[in-house]
């Protein structure tokens, strides 16, 4: 049984070979894409002063979900894109 997905990483690794050559613009955008992403990683929830061990836990749980999100969209696009997401 053959993979719906078989050669879509050498597809895809084609097309990003070809928008960088032929789209000046993506360093512009890589770099703001770059950029964007070191301040999500960078990220620290606050909590108020007095705030419990369940909420600092909470505030903790939502970074890390945030992370595995730019993680995500950083990897490129594909079958372990998708087979990552599905599961996590």
């Known amino acids: ?3 719906r ?3 879509s990483g ?3 690794k084609t097309k990003t070979e070809g ?3 032929t789209d000046p613009e993506i360093f512009d955008v890589w770099a703001e894409f770059v950029v964007a992403i070191e301040r ?3 990220y620290r929830p606050t909590a108020p002063g007095k705030a419990t061990l369940e909420l600092l836990h909470e ?3 939502g ?3 945030i992370l595995r999100g730019a993680a995500l969209i950083t990897i490129s696009p594909g079958p372990r894109a998708h087979a990552k997401s599905t599961h996590e």
Request: net charge positive; charged share 25%.
């Open 40 to 42: 999500i990683q960078a």
């Open 59 to 61: 505030n903790e749980r």
């Open 10 to 12: 050498e597809r895809a």
């Open 63 to 65: 970074r890390q979900l």
């Open 1 to 3: 049984m053959q993979c």
């Open 5 to 7: 997905w078989s050669g």
């Open 19 to 21: 928008t960088l050559a």
